[in-house]
Every structure is written in C-alpha cells, then in structure tokens.
C-alpha cells in the first residue's frame, strides 16, 4: 500500500518536470530583489508573494497574509538588524489539512534575493543552457520554491495523504543580513509544526544545523587635521590597528572552532587626501560556534552569543590598549544583530528519514551536517523548539554569484526527495 502511494507521487513529481523549469523561469522574471540589498530601486518581495499566492491558491491550499510587526525582534530577546522596515513585506503562508491526527509539517524558503548590481548575466532573464537555469536567485531560492510547489502539487493528484496537515511559508527578509524576520513573524503568528523543512542551501548536504553570526560596527576616532601638521591622528591609521585585531581574533577562534571566519566588511574613512581624517569606521561579521550559546544558555539562561560577544570585547580592548592613542581614545562598539546558531540531533529519527528517502528517491548519500551560512533555519528552531532540517537544492558555491545558476538536474532530484520523504512522513509520523 505505502509503496503504491510512493511510486504514485514519484510518478507525477516525473510528469510534472516541465511544469516546474516554467515556474522557476516565471519566479525569476519577477525581481524579489531584497530592499536592503544596496541596489537602487530594489523593488522588495510583494510582486513574487502576490505570484506564489495565486499559485497556492490554485493547489487548494488556505492562503493567508502574516506581516512582520516592527518589534519582532524584541519579541524574542534578540539583537536584530536596526532600522528595517517590513511594510509592503508580507510572508505568504498555505495550509492544507488532510486528515485527523498525524504530523504537521512545516516547509518553509525565501523569496527575497541578494542584489543584481554585480551581475555578469541579465539577472531576471530564466535562460536555460547545458540543463542549468540561469538568474537570480535560481539556486537561492527560487528553485526551491519551485520545487517546493511541484511536490504539493503531486502530493494532491497522487492522492492526498491520508493524515495530517502541511504548512507551506514563503518569506521575507533572510537575505542581505535580514535575519529571518519574516520567518520570526511567522512563528510569532502562532505557526508551528512538529517537524520544519527549510528547502534552501545546497544540493547534497541535509542541514541539521548552523553556527551563530553576530554583526558588529566599530567607530575609531583619531584626530581630524590638515596634513601638514603633525598634531592630526589618522583615524584610517587606528583603524587599522583596530582592524588587525579583530582578524586576530578571528584567527585565533577559527583555529579552535573550524568555519568560524570573521569578516571585516566595511572600512570607511576619509574625504580628501589633503585632510587627515578623523574618523573611521568598521563592519564586522564574527561567525560564532555553537557551544557558545550552550553554555550561555547554562550559565546566563539565554540562548544567544553574549559570551562570545564578552569575550571578542575584551580580547579587543586589551589588544588596542598597546596603542598609547586608542588606550585613551578606544573604538567604539555597537553589535546591531545576533543570529542565534542551532542543532538538530543528527540521529533524530526525521533526518535519518531525510537521509533515506533521498537515497531510495535518487541513488544520492546526503551528509547531514552544518550548513555552511546562518539561515531561516535557526529561527524556526528557536522559535518553536522542533526539529529543523534544511533541504535546499541549490548548487554550491552559486548563492549570491555574478552567473547565479542552479542545474535543473537538482531541482528534479530535490523534487523526487522531498516528495518521498513528505509521503512516508504523512504515512507514520515519527518515522
Ligand atoms: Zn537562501
């Protein structure tokens, strides 16, 4: 009986191929750029919201609207990203009930991209060549989201499963330091699930967790003055100084903890080469490891990098104050988010389904492990307190990149996983 049913839905997942490229080709076409992308006139989310809730619609799912209230953020005790408006950014979400009792599973991506302004290709022209999808946001995310609509779609003509309910998100905001206030607005919403599904990252890799990222803006003030002078104190001078250790820092940790980098981002000083200038100013992106949030959820009883943040603050005012100027005169510190890391346990009985269905469904061995960047993941974890597994099928390496591309390939495979694993997980849940 169970088999029947998995070669029904693989079957229609196989007919509806076509189907899916055109929805991934349309959703590409639609510019989600994020408006904090840093290019002009990025137009936000709303166009591709309004596409993709039509399109649910039409699977039969219950659509509704849940926006992002201003104070998400704080709702949760985090440091998130200041000054970020949501108005106009509504997260989509599709609900369908199958049957009494059973699982909830929640399946949730992104429809915001990262800018275009660096773009070697037309970034909204689908072109398909050699069997890859070219565009913006192909492999992030918008060929999950297509993917994601094709398996809801052969789940219903292959016949629903018999219980359950499936819980279906498009949000807003995760990329360009977004920090995940879409999907925060939707567990704030009361949204939850036993189990979440995050279809974003790349193909190969089942995510079962990521490490914490905390940003941070480090103002170092010298002495204005005109160049001829000795008395002026270059602030790009102590910036450097600053910037050296916080790559200090960062090596030092990294060394500890392998994939946490640091990242200075931003340096910004000066105006004219006639003028010493007086101030610079730093952004820094310090990737965290999750022990730290384990033991500060032991000894501070929050889940968060406030240890970590401790600790770099320290180490930094220690290693400026051998600088006779920035021991009087120490930068300036403000950390403007918190991206708390999260962990599945990788012999939870979900990802070990996770595992099989994608061999049974493709021939292919999933790691489990982190993924590479923070992502939505880790608000649904924290949020809800569910197991959380990130099943994205994009290619590695191409997120965010000049000739943005995802192998149709990956989509069909994600497709067949996804689809597989959703039926035996309806079917007898926990697995
Ligand atoms: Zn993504």
């Known amino acids: 009986m169970r088999e029947m049913a998995e070669q029904a839905v693989l079957k229609r997942v196989q007919a509806l191929e076509p189907w899916m ?46 926006p992002v209230p201003s104070d998400i953020y704080a709702r949760y005790g985090l440091i998130g990203p200041p000054g970020r408006e949501w108005k106009g950014r509504d997260n989509v979400v599709a609900e369908w ?63 629903p499963p018999r219980q359950g309910r499936l819980v279906f998100e498009s949000v807003v905001d995760e990329e360009c330091s977004g920090g995940g206030a879409g999907t925060l607005a939707c567990c704030a919403a009361g949204i939850s699930a036993d189990l979440a599904l995050v279809t974003d990252g790349p193909r190969g890799l089942a995510a079962i967790g990521c490490n914490g990222l905390a940003t941070l803006w480090l103002t170092v003030k010298g002495r204005a003055g005109h160049s001829s002078l000795n008395l002026a104190v270059s602030a790009i001078d102590k910036g450097i100084v600053v910037k050296q250790a916080v790559d200090a820092f960062m090596e030092e940790y990294g060394k500890r903890h392998s994939g946490c980098r640091g990242t200075v981002g931003v340096f910004r000083a000066g105006q004219l ?42 180490w930094l005012r220690a290693a400026v104050a051998t600088d006779a100027w920035l021991g009087e005169h120490p930068p300036l510190l403000q950390w403007t988010s918190d991206m708390t890391p999260f962990e599945t346990r990788a012999d939870h009985p979900c990802v070990l389904a996770v595992l099989e269905a994608a061999r049974d469904a493709t021939g292919e061995t999933l ?6 960047a923070w992502f939505d993941g880790a608000r649904l974890a924290l ?33 067949r996983t996804l689809a597989l694993l959703l039926t035996r997980l309806f079917d007898a849940f926990p697995p």
């Not at 080469?273 to 000894?299: D, F, Q």
């Not at 790691?367 to 590479?372: D, E, H, L």
């Open 97 to 159: 009930e199958f049957g009494k009792g059973g699982p909830t599973i929640l399946l949730n991506t992104h429809m915001d991209t990262v800018g275009t302004a660096d773009m070697a290709i037309p970034p909204f022209d689908p072109v398909i060549r050699d069997g890859y999808l070219y565009g913006r946001g192909s492999s992030d995310s918008k060929g999950n989201l297509a993917m994601d609509l094709t398996v809801l779609r052969a789940l219903s003509e292959a016949g």
């Open 21 to 66: 490229v055109g929805l991934a080709q349309e959703l590409i076409a639609i510019p989600t750029v994020n408006p904090y992308s840093g290019d002009r006139d990025a137009p936000g989310e709303a166009a591709g919201q309004a596409w993709i809730a039509e399109r649910l619609k039409e699977l039969g799912g219950h659509v509704r609207c849940v």
């Open 273 to 314: 080469p006639s003028t010493v200038p007086g101030e610079a100013v730093i952004g820094v992106n310090l990737k965290y490891a999750i022990e730290e949030a384990r033991v500060a959820e032991r000894t501070r009883g929050q889940w968060s990098g406030v240890l970590f943040r401790e600790r770099f603050e320290q």
């Open 367 to 372: 790691s489990a492990g982190f993924m590479p």
């Open 383 to 415: 949020a809800l307190r569910i197991p959380v597994i990130g099943l994205g099928h994009g290619e590695l390496g191409q997120a965010h990149s000049a000739a943005e591309r995802v192998p149709i390939g990956n989509l069909v495979a994600g497709a």
